[in-house]
């Protein structure tokens, strides 16, 4: 397999064998272990017995993605895109098919034009580089996009992609210009020639369905010289239950300009077993202004100035991602790619539309000490995000007041301490039905969760992406199931819950 794969990857690029085969990994290839784990970014994948790839494929060049595309095809193996390896459930870098892993990281760079407000991000850079690079040039513009400076452009935006600007200026997705695909003929396209249906596909609907996105031309967004940043902790026995309870028809709906993640934890204080809220925010703006908001809108957090700081937009993407002493650090970290480096976890997404009651928080807290370990974080939407129309881009979830990430993660594992957190999460999860949307009920294609169903793509192919793909995209599923069936009809790019093909009327 790797000889063929190296004798047609060489013709086709146009490159001696001797000098492409760096860029083709087989299994014994020594260097073939760290270049899979390098963007392994869920330890639970990262184990002896995890499903390896026969070939790692890493181009350098949009040609070289056009050759790997064309030279698998041949060979019937699955082909896993992989940009920043974040997804979740690994979906980029296992399989149980035999499978080559498509590496994108070398794809990276990052231009930006000031003069034009755009830039353009390859799919294989992180967001951190792309913060950094925009930083550079001006002090006074960003981009919304994820909080966690290692995630992929690749995965990221092509699955929607948000982070704390998004009540400001909505999803990743919602400042598209351009992008550029490989699709299956390995032809490169950008968005005229590719199409709207194909350019409004890859903005949301999902990478590693379509083609494989060499990256996008983005809209940079206009950010204030001064930010500001803060954190409140309650716990349920001394106002966190009032707090959550309130946060929830202040967030989704106070000025656009004000982020206010909440963060729910069962922990142990004084040796007693509680939970801890905690609000971390970004506002778009001066203290001062969010203290007297907050005072009037959400007496409830009782923020006061010393709560706050004051920052660059660059210096508070640091400090959100951890760095207290963000104001100090040299934002050259965001090129800091920390390979190699992850914990075990495992993440459910669930949307609200309505607001839980107090009760309904108070037992939430109650069930959260019970199982012991697995959190929430609740990310306010409203503003711009209700302002955008749920067939604007796959992404549906427009009119929420609210999505929930269900977060666990740990350090040592084996198969049952991974058992016992997997049943927290799914534990939780069922918990929450009555108080979450349904019908379908919700989940966020970035969130990736393998228990709402996965694809044999066999017979039962369109039957199984219905189960999952509606409750990522809703009605939207429609439609991007016509443009797969159009641009791939074969089903080449596939994955566990990728998009099917329309089923073959008998
Ligand atoms: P990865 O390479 O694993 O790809 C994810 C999926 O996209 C796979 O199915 C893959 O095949 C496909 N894909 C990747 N590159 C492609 C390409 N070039 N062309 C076609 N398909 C491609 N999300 C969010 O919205 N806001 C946030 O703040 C965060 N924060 C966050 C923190 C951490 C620590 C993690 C692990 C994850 C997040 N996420 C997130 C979720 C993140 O947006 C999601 O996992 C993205 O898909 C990751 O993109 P990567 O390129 O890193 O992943």
Not at 436 to 449: I, Q
Request: net charge positive; hydrophobic share 35%.
């Amino acid at each position: 397999v790797y000889d063929s794969f190296l004798k047609c990857f060489s013709e086709r690029t146009k490159s001696p064998q001797t000098e492409i085969a760096k860029n083709v990994f087989a299994q014994s290839n020594p260097s073939y272990s760290s270049v899979l784990r390098a963007y392994i970014r869920n330890a639970r994948f990262n184990t002896s017995s995890t499903p390896k790839p026969t070939i790692i494929v890493t181009p350098r060049s949009d040609s070289h993605v056009s050759a790997a595309v064309l030279c698998s095809k041949p060979l019937n193996f699955v082909l896993k895109i992989r940009s920043g390896g974040h997804d979740y459930d690994g979906l980029s870098y296992i399989s149980d098919k035999p499978f080559f892993i498509l590496d994108l990281s070398n794809i990276r760079d990052v231009t930006v034009d000031i003069a034009d407000q755009s830039a353009w991000i390859s799919a294989g850079a992180t967001l951190g580089e792309v913060y950094y690079r925009i930083w550079e040039k001006s002090k006074i513009h960003g981009f919304p996009a994820g909080v966690c400076p290692t995630v992929g452009v690749g995965g990221h935006l092509s699955g929607g992609g948000y982070g704390n600007m998004l009540r400001k200026f909505g999803l990743s997705v919602d400042n598209l210009i351009d992008a550029k695909i490989v699709d299956v003929n390995g032809q490169i396209l950008d968005r005229k020639s590719m199409g709207e249906d194909l350019f409004w596909a890859i903005s949301g609907g999902g990478g590693g369905s379509f083609g494989v996105v060499l990256g996008y031309k983005v809209k940079l967004v206009p950010v204030p010289q001064t930010v500001t940043v803060f954190r409140v902790e309650q716990y349920m026995d001394s106002g966190a239950v009032d707090m959550v309870t309130k946060w929830q028809s202040v967030g989704p709906k106070t000025d656009p300009n004000l982020f206010m993640r909440m963060l729910i934890q069962p922990v142990t204080r004084n040796k007693v077993k509680t939970v801890r809220a905690s609000v971390v925010a970004l506002y778009l703006g001066k203290a001062n202004d969010v203290v007297s908001l907050l005072a009037k809108e959400f007496p409830e957090l009782g923020l006061k100035k010393g709560d706050c700081k004051e920052m660059t937009w660059i210096q508070s993407a640091l400090w959100w991602n951890n760095d207290v002493n963000a104001t100090k650090t040299d934002p050259k970290v965001f090129l800091d790619r920390n390979l190699d480096s992850s914990s075990f976890g495992k993440r459910k997404s669930d949307y609200v539309a309505t607001e839980i009651p107090r009760d309904g928080i108070e037992s939430l807290f109650k069930k959260m000490i019970e199982l012991g370990k697995i959190g929430l974080v609740f990310n306010p939407y409203g503003g711009k995000m209700a302002e955008v129309a749920e067939d604007a881009t796959p992404f549906r979830h427009r009119n929420k007041l609210f999505k929930i990430q269900y977060s666990v993660n740990w350090k040592e594992s084996s198969p049952e301490i991974e058992k016992g957190f997997l049943n927290q999460a799914k534990v939780l999860h069922s918990f929450m039905t009555g108080f979450v949307s349904k019908n379908p009920r919700g989940a966020y294609l970035n969130y990736r969760d393998v228990d709402i169903g996965v694809n044999d793509h066999g017979v039962d192919s369109y039957k199984e992406g219905e189960v999952y793909g509606r409750m990522y995209f809703g009605q939207n599923f429609d439609r991007l199931v016509k443009i797969k069936t159009a641009v791939d009809p074969q089903n080449f790019f596939r994955n566990e819950q990728s998009i099917p093909t329309l089923p073959i009327s008998k």
